[in-house]
């Protein structure tokens, strides 16, 4: 097959790269790794949704409201991150009523981010024993079909897309096609051998992967704009199921030994058009387009196996980033000047503990180097300094914030490392909840640009829409997205759900799996690494030792978060 130039490559990856438009913003969405915690992430993206929709239907309506632009362009997702981006793609197209307070359970149902995550994403599913076919082998400790099922309804969703609010075509502020973006952790990795004098190379196995994909995101009627697609994404048209979407996303989400893999095929091209940034000249950044060395040229095709992408990348905001200033590229970060930014929602954003400082038995190593593999895959300082500077307005963090508390302990979910939430759907409720919260806070006072900024001149916003809307933004800033009155009123809080879980509910819930799991590997079953790390481990520590250890673990994180 034959390979694109450096040109080629390059002109590809800054095919995104749009030149600054007067009176226009673009944001891309950067969606962290999130396990049961997505339940925030969910609440802020309904938030944001509903606020933009309410902005640009008072403009329809030709209201008096500020008249700039914002335009979503990318959502990229780690983990749980993932799956978000994808339901929100799938959500874009369709007029989606928000859940609000009061709303119906029918509403709640029909809403894709909330039935995923509120409703569908249970420990019961994940419990459920049908998975454990006679002589096959175990593929994880829990049954993945829950993620699978929510995933795929949302790919399967009326193919005349539901009619959009405001008699829409698409949504005006909205890109289509609409990117999403999905990290993955490929285990079987990508070649590559970079050629040295003599004849030498050095040779490595790329296992931080990620797909894109050009999401239609039209009404009814709407040409297809495969067209538009780019050699190294997917694309998935209106009024069709996405499958390989709902697929990719869900792949993305299977945390190493909780959830199943998933073997996936793809075109060898989309790996063509991959490259590394190094400095050049007077510290001038250069491209650097990366070529795979397969060891069959001539296929078409790739398969691998993949897992959770936060494992590699649990904050894609590079991807992001890139997308908006293109490689080497960059977006301006002044108050006055910035007309672009990435926003990074990460409910586990949090002050995170030191590890073990004693080396402890087998099973305490092989937790806490995944907990390390993990935790380091979490630290980009360069990224996270910038996003904490507050002279920078081209990054934005959201966090969870419950009054005085800060981090993963606000949330119900925070606990056993985020998973704590799939163990009771009153904690899930309560963080979707205090997502649309903070994305209200968020719009109101952080996501602000200076009042001088371009954006807010040239009499798109009159001086009386500068005291309207202004809101609760510090003096000197405006607001990027303005509230209209009836989304600026706060939802009703939720009570924190104290007392609605005991840790012995969550090792009673787990025993029968995972005591099916050892005698059914240890029964005959096809060997396999994973069963053989499970015998070792029940007979090395004995499976109520094991689910003892949870158990204590979960009276510890329950009793910090006083829940």
Known sequence: ???????????????????????????????????????????????????????????????????????????????????????????????????????????????????????????????????????????????????KAATAAAAALPRAPLPLPHGWYQRPYVDN??????TLGNLTGVPYAIPFEGGKSFSARAQADYARFACDISGHGAPKLDAYTRPDEFFEAAGTEWNTLA?????????????????????????????????????????????????????????????????????????????????????????????????????LADVVPLGETQAG??????????????????????DLLLMADPNVFSRFLVSPVRRDITGEKALASGGLAGFIGFFNRDFRNHDYWLGRANCLKFLEEEFVLHAG?????????????????????????????????????????????????TAKSISDTLDQRVNKIITHTAGGALNFWFSDLLIALARGF?????????EARAAKDLKDWKL
Not at 97 to 124: C, F, M, Q
Not at 177 to 182: A, E, G, N, S
Not at 542 to 550: D, F, Q, R, V
Request: one cysteine or more; proline letters at 7%.
């Open 542 to 550: 004995g499976t109520k030792a094991l689910l003892s250890k949870l």
């Open 247 to 347: 697929t990719y996303a869900a792949a993305g989400g299977a945390f190493p030994l909780v959830l199943p893999p998933y073997s996936l095929t793809r075109p060898r091209a989309h790996y063509d058009y991959r490259a590394v940034v190094v400095p050049g000249e007077e510290g001038r950044a250069r491209a650097l387009p990366l070529c795979p060395q397969w060891t069959t040229p001539e296929a078409k095709d790739y398969s691998f196996n993949a897992v959770d992408g936060g494992m590699f990348n649990n904050e894609p905001i590079e991807l992001a980033r890139t997308y908006l200033s293109g490689l080497t590229g960059r977006n301006p970060r002044d108050g006055d000047k910035s007309d672009r930014a990435v926003i990074l929602v990460d409910p």
């Open 453 to 501: 900024n371009p954006l807010f001149q040239h009499g798109r916003w009159t001086e009386a829409q500068k005291v309207r809307f202004k809101r609760k933004a510090k003096d000197g800033y405006l607001p990027i997205i303005p509230l209209i009155d009836e989304v600026a009123t706060p939802d009703q809080t939720v009570d924190w759900p104290a007392n609605k879980l």
């Open 361 to 382: 038995n087998a099973l305490d190593q092989g937790r806490t180097t995944l907990d390390g593999f993990m935790q380091h895959s979490r630290f980009a300082s360069s």
């Open 1 to 147: 097959m034959t390979q694109p130039s450096a040109d080629q490559v390059t002109a590809v990856l800054n095919s995104s790269v749009q030149a600054p438009l007067d009176g226009w913003f673009q944001v891309a969405l950067v969606l962290a790794g999130t396990a049961s915690t997505g339940a925030y992430t969910a609440g802020f993206l309904d938030k944001l949704i509903e606020a933009l929709d309410a902005w640009y239907g008072a403009k329809t309506k030709g209201e008096d409201v500020p008249q700039h632009e914002v335009r979503l362009r990318v959502a990229t997702g780690a983990s749980g991150g993932g799956v978000s981006a994808a339901l929100l793609a799938r959500m874009l197209a369709h007029g989606i009523e928000p859940v609000r307070p009061g709303s119906t359970e029918d509403v709640g149902k029909a809403h894709l981010l909330y039935d995923t995550w509120v409703n569908r994403l249970d420990i019961r599913g994940m419990v459920d024993l049908s998975d454990l076919q006679p002589n096959q082998t175990p593929k994880s400790l829990l049954n993945g079909a829950p993620i």
């Open 177 to 182: 096609p609409f990117r999403v973006i999905v």
